[in-house]
């Protein structure tokens, strides 16, 4: 199970801090990302932390605002998202994925674990 948390309603140029905790297993060999989805809008990538290596990797549209980090003691994975924006409103969720490859990172259907979801809304 992912319960992710951390969400709420702010300001543009406001930050925010997305936890996102793992239970029944041990994820520190898998990937570990986020998304999110705007109404009427399809789920998109997010970041990923990798299985692996622990490379990052960040959608264009976040990249330089958003950090992606990972305790794989507490088996959780953080979002810290600073300028934020108003069209980065939506519910984000977290993600494991444990056979990824590289090149299906950015697709949701590759994830093998999905949290609810926390809102994200942010007025300008």
């Known amino acids: 199970q992912l319960q992710a948390s951390g969400g709420g309603s702010v300001q543009t140029g406001d930050s925010l801090r997305l936890s996102c905790v793992a239970s029944?297993?041990?994820?520190?060999?898998?990937?570990m990302s986020w998304f999110r989805q705007a109404p009427g809008k399809e789920r998109e990538f997010v970041a990923a932390s990798w299985r692996s290596t622990g490379n990052t990797y960040y959608a264009d549209s976040v990249k330089g605002r958003f950090t992606i980090s990972r305790d794989n003691a507490k088996n959780t994975v953080y979002l810290q998202m600073n300028s934020l924006k108003p069209e980065d409103t939506a519910v984000y969720h977290c993600a494991v994925g444990r056979r990824l490859i590289l090149s299906t990172m950015r697709s949701h259907v590759s994830y093998d674990y999905w949290g609810q979801g926390t809102q994200v809304t942010v007025s300008s």
């Open positions: 029944g297993g041990t994820f520190s060999s898998a990937t």
